[in-house]
DNA sequence: CAGCATCCGATCTGATACTG
DNA sequence: CAGTATCAGATCGGATGCTG
């Protein structure tokens, strides 16, 4: 999206922008408890690619959300860790945990609803 | 996404697939106030297709997040509003908007500063 | 193990045009 | 004015294979 008109009462844009990916939330929340290896991201996150999980990375690295520190050591060892902004983050992924807790059925019961009357 | 494995300390999974969409939270964000029509709700986000807004409300739709309203006059009238669910993502979105006041400027120093390494 | 390059398929945005 | 259909372009997720 980039920056477009950015209409006043919504700077929430370039936060649901940050998070847009897939797994973007994912591997935030991910990293809560701390620093993280890719492989032991993959396992714990389970269902990401290799290649998404980098790409992930990448993006969040560049926006300055998680840092990537490199190990000199004989089998190469990174680790991902999460930056001031990144951690600020965790706030209001974890409203959004709340907000699942209180009203995931009803998200479900509308889908189911709406498969209904149209498939029939 | 649909209904993958499910990471035990990760049920942000759902609402974060709800407001995937680049536009689903803006549209969300420009309701609290009250319904509006299809038109108002356009020249209020700015910058959103016709074709694309009516598939956001679609969707939201689909999922329970808000009501359509159809009136039998002689032009078309429409109105779209909240659903308790939906109105309840607004705590959420508002979480986003506090950290992107705090920690906007940092994300776009840290693209500045991708940018410029990698542009020399 | 970490990362990158390539290719494919699915999805999404956006522009345009057409129906009630 | 609201909504749908169609089409083109871009992006994304995912699988695979190769390099350090």
Do not use: N
């Amino acid at each position: 999206m980039g920056d477009r008109e950015f209409t006043a009462d919504c700077q929430t844009r370039l936060a649901l922008d940050l998070l847009s990916g897939t797994w973007t939330g994912v591997v935030l929340w991910a990293l809560r408890d701390g620093p993280l290896r890719p492989g032991e991201l993959r396992a714990r996150i389970g269902g990401i690619s290799h290649k998404v999980l980098t790409g992930t990375l990448r993006r969040l690295e560049h926006d300055g959300l998680v840092t990537r520190r490199r190990y000199a050591e004989a089998p190469p060892r990174v680790e991902y860790a999460l930056t001031a902004p990144g951690r600020g983050l965790l706030v209001p992924l974890s409203a959004l945990g709340r907000w699942t807790e209180r009203y995931a059925d009803d998200v479900l019961d509308a889908r189911d609803l709406a498969a209904e009357v149209s498939g029939r």
